[in-house]
């Protein structure tokens, strides 16, 4: 059973700095490639980022280039997103996905980022 | 804003099939496969179709989707309670990066 756990939010400061984790199981994580979709209140899906199963490509959304940093350590079939400069619209649930481009079979559960002072 | 452009509502009554558009351009859904995704109240989306008109083991058959030239829609028939949910379309775009239209909030009345 493929199975993604993410952790690492909570609340920062505007122009904070955060690292959220996803750790998977239950499939060959190092031939998966893999996404951030984040969700702010009451809006709708949102791609952040996507990065090749050997984490030699990475893909992001031109609202979150220069701060956000995916990156994946096969080793522990975990997934991250470092977060920088964070601001207040970047409040959102992240969700981890098992994906192939646009195609995402697998969501986890999300984690509650809020940016606020 | 959303790059892909869908009805912020739609509505049925039940037994009913209810159509959900999805409006793009050719760098997103003239060149690639569409996705749609389910979610419903409090949790995590859904893959529902794939490939613009495949659908997941599990998923019923009374989902169902299309494309043509750069739009795309979901058709859900036999509309049931258990439906009501907002649904995505989704879409990989040739400028390297995924976009998701703004969402379509299903009520079953």
């Known amino acids: 059973e493929v199975q993604l756990l993410e952790s690492g939010g909570g609340l920062v400061q505007p122009g904070g700095s955060l690292r959220l984790s996803c750790a998977a199981s239950?499939?060959?994580?190092?031939?998966?490639?893999m996404s951030w979709v984040r969700q702010a209140p009451g809006k709708g899906l949102e791609w952040v980022s996507t990065?090749?199963?050997?984490?030699?490509?990475?893909y992001y959304a031109n609202s979150v280039k220069g701060r956000f940093t995916i990156s994946r350590d096969n080793s522990k079939n975990t997934l991250y997103l470092q977060m920088n400069s964070l601001r207040a619209e970047d409040t959102a649930v992240y969700y981890c996905?098992?994906?192939?481009?646009?195609?995402?079979?697998?969501w986890g559960q999300g984690t509650l980022v809020t940016v606020s002072s | 804003q959303p790059v892909l452009t869908q009805p912020p509502s739609a509505s049925g009554t039940p037994g009913q099939r209810v159509t959900i558009s999805c409006s793009g351009s050719?760098?997103?859904?003239?060149?690639?496969?569409v996705y749609w995704y389910q979610q419903l109240p409090g949790t995590a989306p859904k893959l529902l179709i794939y490939?613009?008109?495949q659908r997941p083991s599990g998923v019923p058959d009374r989902f169902s989707g299309s494309k043509s030239g750069t739009s795309a829609s979901l058709a859900i028939s036999g509309l049931r309670s258990e439906d009501e949910a907002d649904y995505y379309c989704?879409?990989?775009?040739?400028?390297?990066?995924?976009?998701f239209g703004g969402g379509t909030k299903l009520t079953v009345l």
């Open positions: 996905a098992k994906s192939q481009y646009a195609y995402i079979d697998y």
């Open positions: 239950g499939f060959f994580f190092s031939s998966n490639a």
């Open positions: 990065i090749s199963g050997s984490g030699a490509n990475t």
């Open positions: 050719s760098s997103n859904i003239g060149s690639n496969y």
């Open positions: 490939s613009s008109n």
């Open positions: 989704a879409a990989w775009d040739d400028s390297l990066s995924v976009v």
